[in-house]
């Protein structure tokens, strides 16, 4: 039995962690393109109008350089401050004279994670799979042969599922109160984790 609901559990935690990562991942990509639309409608504005100098609305994300053939230099707002050109994708292109420079910044893990926390939902999801995924792990290695069941292995899948809801809700409530949900939702685990262990 041990091993059924190890293996049901697996199988949910990896799923809801998918759905959590894939979730996080579609957050990330579409707020990013949204804000390399914004500069790029921003800039192509400014540009139009006969600005030289235009202010992008997402800074950290762009840089825009133009060299025109008559030594014109068309910039955004940023290349006036100290710039890591490393962390930034780059694109040139040249035609009659006239050079243009687009910087895009790069995808990073950190920005990726950040975006990830900020999203309670995203947060939430993946940490629920999480787990699941453990408590999974567990119960599948606890499996002993039938007749060498160890009763206190044996989890009461109820009182599981309650405790399982109660670390969604303070997730859920971390954007409102973070240190105490979180707080909560640590101590909520570890109860888990002695009852899985026969301690509890």
Not at 12 to 33: C, D, R, T
Not at 52 to 80: L, M, Q
Not at 115 to 122: D, G, L, N, S
Not at 170 to 181: K, T, Y
């Amino acid at each position: 039995m041990n091993r059924f609901l190890g293996a049901i559990f697996l199988l949910s935690g990896i799923i809801v962690l998918f759905i959590g990562q894939w979730m996080a991942f579609e957050i990330y990509a579409n707020e990013k393109l949204k804000h390399i639309s914004q500069n790029m409608a921003r800039f192509t504005y400014g540009l139009y109008s006969g600005e030289s100098f235009i202010s992008i609305p997402k800074s950290s994300e762009n840089i825009f350089i133009i060299r025109a053939n008559d030594g014109r230099i068309v910039t955004t707002n940023n290349v006036v401050s100290p710039v890591n050109v490393e962390g930034f994708t780059f694109s040139d292109y040249a035609g009659k004279g006239t050079y243009v420079y687009v910087y895009s910044k790069k995808i990073t893990l950190s920005d990726y994670i950040m975006q990830a926390i900020e999203k309670p939902i995203v947060l939430g999801t993946s940490f629920s799979g999480l787990i699941l995924t453990l408590f999974g792990l567990v119960l599948s290695l606890k499996y002993k042969q039938p007749g060498k069941v160890d009763q206190k292995a044996l989890i009461d899948t109820e009182s599981l599922i309650k405790s399982l809801k109660a670390v969604r809700v303070a997730l859920a409530m971390g954007e409102l109160i973070p240190r105490e949900s979180l707080q909560e939702a640590k101590k909520i685990v570890e109860d888990i984790i002695k009852k899985m262990e026969g301690r509890g």
